[in-house]
Every structure is written in C-alpha cells, then in structure tokens.
C-alpha cells in the first residue's frame, strides 16, 4: 500500500472505543479476525496488545467504510474501500447514489444538488420501517440518523400498514397472543418496534416473525426450500391483512421469489411477481424512475419477457395469459423505459448504459424483420397496452 493510501486509511472512522466498550459478538468477532490477520502475516513471537489493537482498528475502519462492490445491476460481487467515496454521510432520503461499472465507482444524482450542498448516500436499505433503519446504523455505524425522514418519524410509506394495528384480525391477535404465552414468538427486537399499547405490541411480533422467515429461508442453499420459506413468509403477510405490498420484508420477499423463481426455471410465476413489483411497489420505494435499482429491476422484467417470448415456450405461455396481451408491446415499452431513463441512472457512457442501447436496437430490427411498419406508432400501442400489462399485477394472489 502507498504512504499517501496508507495515511488515508489511517483518518477513517474506526469507532473502536465504542465497539470495544460495547462488546458483545461484533468486538468477538474483531478480536478473532484480528489475531487470524497477525497470523497470517506469519510475525514470529506472540501478539501484543498495542499490535492487537492497531490490528483492530484497521479491521474496523474497513467494517465502517468500505462499499460492497456491485455490478452495474447491483449483484454483489465483494468489498472495496475508496478513502473519498468513504467520505460520504448517510441519508435515509439520499440525494445520490453509488453506481459501479467494472472498475469504476460514481455518485450518480437522485435529486437537484446545489452547489456545496452535502452529498449523501444510504448505507443501508432505506426502504425498511424507521425503528430498524435506526438500529442498523446505531449497531453498524455508532450514530442516530438526524435525516428529515427520520425528523419526521414513522409517517412514511415504509411505516404503513394497511389499517390501524386496533384493527388486526381477531385470529392473528390470538395467533400472536398463544405465540408469545408458550415463549415461541420472536424475541423482543428494538428493530420491529411499533408503539407502547397492545396491538402495536402484536404487530411488532407479526413483523419480526415475518423478518424472521425471509432471514431463515434465505440461509436454505436448496432453491425450492427457499422458495417454499419465502412464500409462507409472504402468505403471512398477505393473509394477516397488515402488510401494504411494498411494505418490507413484504417486497424484499417478492424480489427473492422472484430471483428464486427464475433460478429453478419457473418463469411465468417469476414474470407475475415481477409485473406486481414493477406497478406496485417499485413507484413507491423509489419514486425517481431513474433510480437505479429501479431501472435495473424494470431491465431485468424486460429480459425474463424476452426470453419467455423468443426461447421459453413463448406460444404457451401467452395462451395460459390470455391471447391480448402481447409481450412484443411489453417488451418494446419496457425496453424504451429503460433506455430513456438509464443515461440518468447510470451514464450515458456506462457499460449498462451500452447494452441497453444494443438490446432495443436489436430489439427493434427484429420487430421490423419482414414488416418495415410494425413500429409505426408504437408509444400510442404501449400506452394503450400498459393498462392491460397492468391487470397482470394482480394475478397473484400474494
Ligand atoms: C463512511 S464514514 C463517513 C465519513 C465520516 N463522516 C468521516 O468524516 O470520516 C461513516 C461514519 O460517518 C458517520 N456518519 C455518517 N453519516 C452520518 C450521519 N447522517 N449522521 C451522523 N454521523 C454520520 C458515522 O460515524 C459513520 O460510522
């Protein structure tokens, strides 16, 4: 590492003392990593505490800085840490975000930042409830989010249910109730807080046991066990009558089932899913159509279309639909969605960017192969398509 690299790490934030005055597993786990670090760099002799704690300090500057290395559609690929890009403060309401592109790291604008305004990302999911956004960040980060979201308390979308907790069904009050009373419900977790009275006290139980079925179905490595965890998670919160759909861990369920349902080859379920995420949900967790996740998520329904129309049986599966709805349209609409907003979510110059542009030009040849008119009009067909595409939100019950 180079002096002027090694001096950059060295002004980081570790919050050693905090982590060490707190204790518990993360100092554990610090402790053990950096004993396995000092053995590995095979010193001879027996650590000291000087060198176990500079050891430490550099670890935890890496835990509170580094960003999670990303493809341009956000698939994880590991961790790298950029002493400016670890400048940045967070924000439950970011005004931009990190986008990689191979080597490249950029903050790309959610909103108008004016000239020596503060930039902010997120560094965590931002769409969760207000009281586990504040316990990630007190756990992870040492500090209390002074955000205007968070200055406004838990009145946003990620904080809603679909009626006042008074009103849960009698079934699922005594559900949770019998739970708790044979000391099966979920542990109290400041995470799922809802409020001091009774029934909000009910729903944090809900809520946690719903959090608590995604985490455990995601640590299955078979797909369809996953598969199967995830949809009694969603079931829960679909038949407790509480959770909005884009309520989490409601919508991050969606997007595993979605991912799942693609991975074991059940692409018209997954293309269901998708189109429910796409009108539902997605408008809500982020309202800028060029947020990049919202992009990618909006790109990856494009493709799955495609490929269910050109190589996946596409002749069955748009019976089994209905004969109306056409997917050449979806996929056009999609794709010019797409392309029109992802100069602003990722870079005109970015290689997503690139394969957006390729993908509808080849898009649009095909469409024109043998008929030089089929595009003739086509933002009118898609327009008065979308509201067909739309019907399709609801094809699934949860
Ligand atoms: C990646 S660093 C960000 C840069 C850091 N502020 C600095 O000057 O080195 C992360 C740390 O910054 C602080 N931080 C980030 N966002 C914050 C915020 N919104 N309010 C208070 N502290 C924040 C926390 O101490 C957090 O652990």
Redesign the pocket.
Known sequence: MSDVDWSALQ???S?LEAKHARGGSQWKETEVLALGAWKYSDTKGTIDLPTAQQISCTLLKIF??ALTIVTPTFDPLGVCLDPFA??????CDPNAVVVMDGPDLSFRSLKSIAKDEEI?IS?IDVTNPLARRQKE?KE????????LKCQKGPTGPEDKFLKPPKKLMKKWATLVDDLTKAGNAPKDDPANYVGDDIDSKRMAVLQGMAFSALQIAREASDPRVTIAGIENGMRLCYQCGMFPVYRQPYAQMRHDLFVNMVTVGNFPIAWAQGVKTYFLIDPVLFPQTYHPVRVVHTWTLAMLTLYIASEYNGLQFQQSVGSELDLGIIIYGLLAEVYGNVQRSHGQSSSFAKSVQRKFEEVKVDMTRGFPDALRGMEGRVEKHWKLFRQAADWMQY
């Open positions: 002004r980081l934030e919050h509170t800085n670890a400048l940045a403060n967070h924000s902010f560094y960040l992870r980060y040492h500090f209390t989010c002074a955000c």
